[in-house]
């Protein structure tokens, strides 16, 4: 695994996963956006509607966006129709059905990392849930889905400032290249065919830009040479680097816990077979000659 430099360059955080059992992470960079853990989903809260472009498997597309969910389901989820999944649980929750996106992960939400950043002509956000269990390489002859899985690498961004539509998509362009730089330089690898991966099958991405004119500046481009481009590449790339570290770590952990729990089990079943010794005759007679 190549050791990775860039991420130390962005203070990360994994804010549901600190001790004393934080629920709700408030951005310094957009005033009055929230993210919280809620039952079985992160809720991005904006301040006021913004515009928005995402992959989101429910309300995806381009429109206007007020939240966006990222619901954790089970790795074995039956996902037939995923929008009226998503939608049934947003009514659930109570959230109004307009203005939101719906993403779906596999990943534990404790391991969702955040990151964020003023950079005086656009305050960003960051928030990522990463593993690499279905990792792949684009361009590269592989399996196909027919139907839709949850997503692995889910990214939720947003910036507090003024985009042009051109420059939107030119930020989930950077942020896509980030991703794929993160996975790079941690050697994750397509199962099926050794290739560094670029992704994974299922990832998918929302980005949401308040419009404002706070910092009287206007963003058309947002690509590696901009600043708002490079900040967005590396906000995503430490914040991708941190989950997917954070997923490992306890993967690492669970596999050396079965593994112990699997030495006691061939312990114990190897003392049960074992024959007992004979007894000696002095005491199957009760100790009498």
Same mark, same amino acid.
């Given at each position: 695994?190549?050791?990775?430099?860039?991420?130390?360059?962005? %203070?990360?955080? *994994?804010?549901?996963?600190?001790?004393?059992?934080? @629920?709700?992470?408030?951005?310094?960079?957009?005033?009055?956006?929230?993210?919280? +853990?809620?039952?079985?989903?992160?809720?991005?809260? &904006?301040?006021?509607?913004?515009?928005?472009?995402?992959?989101?498997?429910?309300? /995806?597309?381009?429109?206007? #966006? @007020?939240?966006?969910?990222? %619901?954790?389901?089970?790795?074995?989820?039956?996902?037939?129709?995923?929008?009226?999944?998503?939608?049934?649980?947003?009514?659930? +929750?109570?959230?109004?059905?307009?203005?939101?996106?719906? #993403?779906?992960?596999?990943?534990? &939400?404790?391991?969702?990392?955040?990151?964020?950043?003023?950079?005086?002509? !656009?305050?960003?956000?960051?928030?990522?849930? !990463?593993?690499?269990?279905? !990792?792949?390489?684009?361009?590269?002859?592989?399996?196909?889905?027919?139907?839709?899985?949850?997503?692995?690498?889910?990214?939720? *961004?947003?910036?507090?400032?003024?985009?042009?539509?051109?420059?939107?998509?030119?930020?989930?362009?950077?942020?896509?290249?980030?991703?794929?730089?993160?996975?790079?330089?941690?050697?994750?690898?397509?199962?099926?065919? /050794? &290739?560094?991966?670029?992704?994974?099958?299922?990832?998918?991405?929302?980005?949401?830009?308040?419009?404002? $004119?706070?910092?009287?500046?206007?963003?058309?481009?947002?690509?590696?040479?901009?600043? *708002?481009? /490079?900040?967005?590449? $590396? *906000?995503?790339?430490?914040?991708?680097?941190?989950? #997917? $570290?954070?997923?490992?770590?306890? @993967?690492?952990?669970?596999?050396?816990?079965?593994?112990? &729990?699997? !030495?006691?089990?061939?312990?114990?079943?190897?003392?049960?077979?074992?024959?007992?010794?004979? #007894?000696?005759?002095?005491?199957?007679? /009760?100790? $009498?000659?």
């Amino acid at each position: 695994m190549k050791e990775v430099q860039e991420a130390k360059e962005v %203070q990360v955080k *994994l804010p549901f996963k600190a001790e004393g059992g934080e @629920k709700t992470f408030r951005s310094k960079m957009w005033p009055g956006l929230v993210l919280e +853990w809620r039952e079985e989903h992160l809720l991005l809260e &904006l301040p006021s509607e913004s515009d928005s472009i995402s992959s989101a498997v429910y309300g /995806g597309g381009a429109g206007r #966006l @007020k939240r966006a969910v990222n %619901q954790f389901v089970s790795r074995d989820y039956e996902c037939s129709n995923p929008v009226q999944d998503m939608q049934n649980k947003l009514l659930e +929750w109570g959230y109004p059905l307009e203005g939101c996106a719906g #993403l779906m992960t596999a990943v534990p &939400l404790e391991h969702a990392a955040v990151a964020e950043a003023d950079i005086g002509s !656009a305050g960003i956000v960051c928030c990522v849930t !990463a593993a690499a269990g279905n !990792a792949a390489r684009a361009g590269s002859e592989r399996s196909v889905l027919a139907a839709y899985r949850p997503g692995t690498i889910n990214i939720m *961004l947003g910036i507090d400032g003024w985009l042009s539509q051109s420059a939107m998509v030119n930020a989930v362009m950077t942020a896509t290249e980030a991703k794929a730089a993160a996975l790079a330089d941690l050697g994750v690898t397509d199962a099926e065919n /050794g &290739l560094i991966a670029t992704g994974t099958t299922t990832d998918a991405i929302v980005l949401a830009v308040s419009g404002s $004119r706070r910092y009287a500046a206007e963003h058309v481009y947002a690509g590696t040479a901009t600043d *708002l481009g /490079g900040a967005v590449g $590396r *906000l995503v790339y430490s914040a991708v680097t941190e989950s #997917l $570290r954070s997923v490992m770590a306890a @993967k690492s952990v669970s596999r050396a816990q079965e593994e112990a &729990l699997q !030495a006691t089990h061939r312990v114990h079943a190897e003392a049960s077979q074992t024959t007992p010794s004979a #007894l000696p005759r002095d005491a199957e007679n /009760g100790g $009498r000659k």
